[in-house]
């Protein structure tokens, strides 16, 4: 008798990042053992609700549906027999980037959605009077 055990799971990664300088990245990444369809990252609204960020399809197409990120970033694809990657480079953060990313994917199989926070970091500030120096998350 012969068993077939399709093993899947998600990691999502998140670097932090300056404001309006350098580079960061969101990476999803799928190992897995089977067959899937799509693979796609999502950012979560103050409501909740997921807003599509950008999907990659098996057959290595990848489609934007937040076309602002996509005018600042590069996306790098690796596909493999048991992996399917898929990196977002963000050039020059804004920010409306900061917040919870999903990783998600879909296929004939069910696996829990991966999740990580993308971090913000102002310019640090320094105030001459008090001599002290901060730095600060996006707060508008």
């Not at 990664?13 to 693979?39: E, F, P, Q, Y």
């Not at 409501?47 to 934007?64: E, K, M, Q």
């Not at 990580?116 to 102002?122: G, Y």
Request: glycine share 6%.
């Amino acid at each position: 008798m012969t068993f077939l055990i399709l093993v899947s799971a998600l990691f999502l990664h998140t670097s932090i990042g300056t404001l309006n300088d350098g580079l960061t990245i969101i990476t999803c990444s799928l190992m897995h053992r089977g067959v899937w369809a799509k693979l796609s990252i999502k950012k979560q609204t103050a409501s909740g609700v997921p807003n599509d960020v950008i999907d990659l399809h098996n057959n290595g197409t990848v489609a934007w549906s937040d076309s602002y990120l996509e005018s600042r970033a590069l996306k790098e694809v690796f596909i493999s027999k048991y992996e399917a990657e898929m990196t977002v480079w963000i050039s020059v953060l804004k920010c409306s980037d900061e917040g919870s990313y999903v990783c998600g994917a879909s296929g004939p199989f069910t696996i829990p959605e991966a999740e990580s926070t993308l971090v913000v970091i102002c310019e640090l500030i320094t105030q001459v009077l008090t001599g002290f120096t901060h730095a600060r998350h996006c707060l508008w």
